[in-house]
Every structure is written in structure tokens, then in C-alpha cells.
């Protein structure tokens, strides 16, 4: 009777366990994660050439880090359906092994053990290729970081045009062209006052003659 609530358990167990984790659903998933991380790249390689703001290039890294996560607990997923099929793998070698179960008992569990068998070699091949795809994803993550990283650290700036001076300076006057030189200037009646006036009654007018520069 114990044996048979056992097997029941373990029934209802597995039938939730496959419900929650479909091969063929992992296996779709796993089919088509590849090209959306491809896609996904090929958005920031188009952000950074058009020069997108850096919002948009973030958010794209952000749904390659979920992607990432997501990956991650597939990843756990099957590790532990892995490790409860090995434990469930021994009960049954010990159930198999107890002289005190029934014929038909005993071949129930035979034929359990063979599904339990089968089912950690599909999932031993599903955790493989779950593995390579998580390589895969690394790289192509790494690279996507570096490029963030090395490319994406600032906004791209629109260069300036070189800025020309809208006015022209006014050339320096040549102050020396403007007085005549002292030597040239001549001052009539200063000669006069030194040598003496024909008339000293009468003072004659100076008269300033300036001349033009040679």
C-alpha cells in the first residue's frame, strides 16, 4: 500500500514536472533565441551608426541582460528536474531491489525506471545544447558590452563647422604721414626777433608755414 501511494506521488510529480518543462517548448526556444539576439545587435549596430540617443542603445542592452537571465534559469531548471530524476532513479533501483514487492509492482517500476531513464537522456542532450547556446549568447554578449562600452560611453556630438570671423580689423593709422616733420615747419619773424627788425617800432606778424612730409 505504501509502495503504491509512492508510485502515485511520484506519477503526480512527474506529470506537473513535464507540464511545467516541455522538451519540445525548450527546444523552440532554445531554436529561436539565437536570431533574436541577432536582431538585437543589429539594432545597436544601426543606434550607433544613426546616432540614436543613448537611451535607446541602453534598453537594448537591458533586454540582452534579460535575455541572459531568462537563459540562466532554463539553465537551473534542468538541473534540478536532473537531479530529482537521479534521486527518483534510486528510489526505484532500491524499490526493484526489495524482496517484498510485488510481481506486478516490480514491473511497474521496471517500466518506470525505462521512462525515467529516457527522460534524463532527452534532458541530458537538451542541457548540452542549452550549454552551447549559453556560450554562444556569452560571446555574443561580451562583444555587445565591449562595443557599448568602448562606443556608446557618450553620445555621439554633431562636429562644428571651423567659425570664421564675421568682421575684418581696421588697419593701424600711420600717425607719422599725418604732421609734418619739425625740420619742414618754418617760423617767419622768429629770425627776425633774433637778428633784429628793420622797423623795431613795428612788430611784424609771425606767419606758421607748414609743409608736406617728403
Known amino acids: ?78 538541473r534540478e528536474e536532473m537531479i530529482q530524476l537521479e534521486k527518483d532513479f534510486r528510489h526505484l533501483n532500491r524499490c ?27 534532458l541530458s542532450d537538451e542541457f548540452l545544447h542549452l550549454v552551447k547556446t549559453m556560450r554562444l549568447q556569452e560571446e ?7 562595443q557599448l562600452r568602448e562606443e556608446n560611453i557618450k553620445p555621439q556630438a554633431v562636429p562644428l563647422d571651423e567659425y570664421k570671423p564675421l568682421y575684418v580689423d581696421l588697419p593701424e593709422p600711420n600717425r607719422a604721414s599725418l604732421f609734418a616733420d619739425p625740420s619742414d615747419v618754418g617760423l617767419e619773424g622768429a629770425s627776425n626777433q633774433r637778428h633784429g627788425s628793420a622797423n623795431p617800432g613795428k612788430k611784424k606778424k609771425g606767419v606758421f608755414r607748414a609743409t608736406s612730409a617728403p
Open 140 to 146: 555574443i554578449i561580451n562583444s555587445l558590452s565591449n
Open 1 to 78: 500500500m505504501v509502495v503504491a501511494v509512492r508510485v502515485k506521488m511520484f506519477r503526480s510529480k512527474s506529470m506537473k514536472k513535464k507540464q511545467q518543462t516541455d522538451p519540445k517548448y525548450l527546444r523552440e526556444r532554445l531554436e529561436t533565441l539565437r536570431p533574436q539576439i541577432m536582431h538585437m545587435q543589429q539594432k545597436n549596430a544601426e543606434a550607433i551608426v544613426d546616432n540614436k540617443p543613448m537611451s535607446l542603445v541602453l534598453a537594448n542592452s537591458r533586454k540582452i541582460d534579460n535575455e541572459a537571465d531568462r537563459l540562466e534559469e532554463q539553465e537551473k531548471n534542468l
Open 96 to 122: 526493484l531491489t526489495d524482496p517484498h514487492m510485488h510481481d506486478g509492482t516490480i514491473k511497474r517500476l521496471g517500466e518506470k525506471r525505462k521512462e525515467v531513464n529516457k527522460r534524463f537522456g532527452e
